[in-house]
């Protein structure tokens, strides 16, 4: 496909500035409001800013940073350069930004002064970053956000010609190697996803809807505030990066939003807030939830308080969450209404195709358990530096989740496991090994398992079972203590269990699966 086929997803700003140019495009609750006129006149400013410092196509931003003007603003000075956007899990630690800035090759990094020890490790680790560009007060060797917006503004900041296979952001996922692995999004890919994304998850949408951001927008996040650019709608964000009820919801009433992302543990915690009764919510028509299944009771409270307003999307960082849509009508509080789909997640997303796959990529009947698999517009371009990895993903022409599940007649997903060790806590997938890994760089520890179990709160939390090396004096405090700095603390796990040995499979790997019967057995977990 070539450039005449797609544009550069950064003209989704420009269209929406040039249609309404004095409606509000940023809130910050509390705060102040700018329009898509100065949205996009900072745009352009940063723009021709980075362009003058030496960037070009293809070079690659990361940026560490809460939700704030200047983190909404990268993605779109990313795309308009053709450079390709690196945001990163501001929760993440140094050591894993440090990795994130190696293996994507940033040559520039856009970092918030709060994170200044971040900006030292990534420097300290890569000889290709350049330039540092701080948000709020710049340390010396470094470059002001602010200064350079101003120092630029009324420049054109032109957009970059892109072809569709162009990359525009590295979505990294982890996998059960360990090392995080940066997805390839394309503007090709990425302009498919925004049009779908519209079509399914909030059609209608225009400029006098609202949004509200409640999770960080270097992820699914991020991807819903592209739709709402692309439609002139407003995002709103929250004071502090702590949710809190009350301020969410008074934020509803007082902006009347229309939308958001979230997760289901999200969505549990707002709905089961006493504001949720204090404050006027009729203005939300999809709140969409996405990142794990939901439990039946949360969804039901959800709503009865909400009303038919829950949008679920299942789907991966791969492929920006597009393969299979459960749209507010497929949803009901009532269990004897065939409308409930109660454990569905959906059907096919307009324009992709899913199939349930045996091992030999066989399609396999209705009712019957397989791999679930993908293919259509949305599927990335693969993994960057990591040949062995996209090709496993996308062998034999299908995306591969990993995960197991199963369709009915009509075309609906059902999930029913998991086909890697990894779990979803909270939204956030968390994987094993990766834990695992630093807490063997205890010298106390001689084995560990991590392992994700059901929480009535957070979905699944993890569970640690260690083993100690001889004589070693060790406890539970020791190895929280062991992962501060070195692991988020999203991954840490909430239980932690010493035992003599670890049972082992006749080939000498650690059973996991017999792990979690022993638990069960000894009651140190619930069925």
Known sequence: MNAAQVMNLGRLLTHTARLFPDRPALIQDGGRTWTWREMERRVAAMTAALRKLGLRKGDRILVQSRN???????????????????PTNFRLTPSEVAYLGTSSGASTMIVEDVFAGHADAVREASSALKHVIAIGTPRAGEHSYEDLVRDHLDLPGEHETVGCDDPLWFFYTSGTTGRPKAGVLTHGQMSFVVTNHLADLIPGTTERDCSIAVAPLSHGAGIHALLNVARGAPTVLLASEKLEGEAFWQAVEKYRVTNLF???????????????????HSSLRYMIYAGAPMYRADQKLALQKLGKVLVQYFGLGEVTGNITVLPPDMHSADDADPNANIGCCGRPRTGMEVAILDAELRPLPAGEVGEICCRGPAVFAGYHGNAEATEKALRGGWFHTGDLGRMDERGLLFITGRESDMYISGGSNVYPREVEEVLLTHPGVAEVAVLGVPDRKWGEVGVAVVVKREGAQVDRDALMAHLEGRCARYRWPHHLFFWDVLPKSGYGKIAKKDIRQQLFERGEIGA
């Open 68 to 86: 704030n003007v200047q983190m909404f603003e990268s993605c779109w000075i990313a795309f308009r350069l053709g450079c390709v956007w690196v």
């Open 262 to 280: 979230t997760v289901p543990t999200i969505v549990k915690i707002l709905v089961e807030d006493p504001a949720v009764d204090r404050y006027d």
